[in-house]
């Protein structure tokens, strides 16, 4: 069965006061960045979710062409994170896949092995619920979560997101330690985007 990736592309990038997925880093728009990382792993589709009305021109060509990119317009964005997960969590029950990866699209810095060990966990461990990277003892993004904890996903509201539910406790996984901060680096700021730029450089 299918591990599908959910790239999360449908905020409005409010805090940032413009299209961040817009933004170059490099050669790139850092929309761009992770999901370009992402089809080089061992997903075997990822969807993407944005608002409604996206014509996904942030996004090359070449990657809209990709045959395991899917684009997933959300009628109900504008409801919050929940919204665009439980679209993406519908979409991957439909092709009956046995676990989904979360992905945001403005974090630049995820790594193919970090997706791939991910998965690698999952296949090994096929009872565990999650695979998660934990840095300073909270889970992070990118999240493997095994198709047995679908219905909860599908019952979040408003702004809640899997972390949420990993951090209840009540669900069992496997927690990777990371140290390398700069993996779950985001972009919701100005001053976030000139960092990176510098430090990019």
Request: proline share 4%.
């Amino acid at each position: 069965m299918a591990i599908v990736g959910i790239y999360l592309a449908a905020g409005k990038s409010r805090r940032m006061g413009l299209d961040k997925r817009s933004l170059l880093v490099g050669m790139k728009t850092l929309g761009s960045l992770a999901i370009e990382t992402a089809l080089q792993s061992r997903l075997d589709c990822i969807c993407i979710v944005t608002q409604e009305d996206d014509a996904l021109s942030w996004l090359p060509d070449a990657v809209k062409r990709e045959k395991k990119v899917v684009h997933l317009p959300c009628k109900l964005a504008d409801e919050g994170l929940s919204a665009s997960l439980k679209c993406g969590v519908t979409f991957a029950k439909s092709l009956h896949a046995e676990a989904i990866v979360i992905l945001l699209a403005d974090q630049p810095f995820i790594t193919v092995q970090m997706i791939d060990e991910m998965i690698a966990c999952h296949k090994e461990q096929n009872r565990s619920e999650f695979v998660a990277p934990y840095f300073k003892g909270v889970p992070r993004p990118p999240i493997l979560i095994a198709s047995s904890v679908f219905p909860a996903l599908l019952k979040l509201n408003g702004d809640r997101g899997a972390r949420d539910l990993l951090r209840s406790g009540f669900y069992k996984g496997v927690k990777l330690p990371c140290s390398d901060q700069r993996l779950f680096y985001d972009v919701d700021t100005k001053e976030d985007y000139h960092s990176l730029i510098q430090n990019n450089n």
